[in-house]
């Protein structure tokens, strides 16, 4: 009962913000590992029957609600990006190409055109049309729902890659590249290519996010950088971390997670504050970020361990 009661207690001060006279070994209770036995976690991706997907360096697992872990097709390798479509079309980005499935998901076909090398982002864009970025630092876009692929991006530049990609709140597409930095677009590339390609800024963007109306976050090795007019300047907000993925809780609220755990953000991403994990030494290197339909934040590691909090993510 002594137990229960110290779970309690701890729930209610992390909700409130309070100080407990609780161990502090306690907090290690907030968190729930579902695995500790995956590869390098890249994605994680709450499917819309609520299971978890996972894709890490050596293939895509699958989580229902039970201890069992299934892998998901043979081809997909190196998992960079996943992305269910409105509908059933659920698309994964690997380091051979790009593949799509429908439930149950057991049968994929190769989605991408034979111009595809690895794939490493996913967007959409306001029409609802599908945006692939890839490791040759080409983007190609698809109507029709991965059948057929289209070159959207001739940006002019022969040595870059996309890392990672966003769309911000103009419709405009935000990619970044390793040794170069930022890209904007004029458009969406709704009328099939993007146009107006301008270079940004020096920030290689791991991740990208947009919390509210004209305001743009850039993960980096650097920390946590913010543009407030859709990517025309930028400002620095916060070190001591290195990003690799963001979620967005609501329009006020982010969170962040890189090599020294997590951080959340209560103000759009102007000021942001650590968010214990309940390890005793090191705080884990974080790559992946979802929450579940039940409101709980879910985190994946470089070494392989998914994680899934107890407290709803709205309390946070």
């Known amino acids: 009962m002594r137990r229960i009661r110290c779970d309690v207690l701890i729930r209610l001060c992390v909700i409130l913000g309070l100080l407990t006279g609780c161990d502090a070994r306690d907090e290690s209770r907030l968190w729930e590992p579902l ?89 959409l ?88 109306t004209g305001i743009v976050l850039a993960g980096s090795s650097q920390g946590i950088h913010r543009s407030s007019d859709g990517g025309d300047t930028w400002e620095h907000v916060h070190a001591g971390i290195a990003v690799y993925a963001f979620l967005v809780l609501d329009s006020h609220r982010i969170v962040a997670g890189g090599t020294t755990g997590l951080r959340i953000s209560h103000d759009e991403g102007t000021t942001w504050s650590e968010i214990s994990t309940g390890e005793s030494s090191n705080e884990p290197h974080i790559t992946a970020l979802a929450v579940d339909g039940a409101d709980f934040l879910i985190f994946g590691t470089a070494d392989g361990t998914v994680v899934k909090s107890q407290i709803p993510a709205s309390t946070l």
């Open 35 to 123: 695995t500790t036995e995956l590869p390098p976690v890249q994605t994680l991706t709450i499917l819309n029957d609520g299971a978890l997907l996972v894709g890490t360096a050596e293939g895509l697992f699958y989580h229902p609600e039970a201890p069992a872990w299934e892998v998901w097709g043979d081809s997909l390798w190196d998992v960079r990006a996943v992305m269910q479509i409105p509908g059933p079309d659920l698309f994964v980005g690997t380091q051979t190409g790009l593949y799509a499935a429908v439930p149950p998901y057991k049968t994929w076909r190769e989605a991408g055109s034979a111009q595809f090398t690895a794939v490493t982002a996913l967007v």
């Open 125 to 212: 864009n306001s029409a609802g049309h599908l945006l692939a970025g890839t490791a040759s630092g080409d983007i190609f876009q698809s109507t029709d729902t991965g059948y057929t692929w289209v070159p959207a991006a001739p940006i002019g530049l022969s040595d870059i890659s996309v890392r990672a990609m966003w769309i911000n709140s103009q419709n405009q597409v935000l990619f970044s590249s390793p040794g170069h930095g930022i890209f904007r677009s004029g458009n969406d590339c709704t009328e099939g290519v993007c146009t107006g390609w301008t270079y940004l800024t020096h920030i290689e963007a791991n991740a990208f996010c947009s919390p509210a």
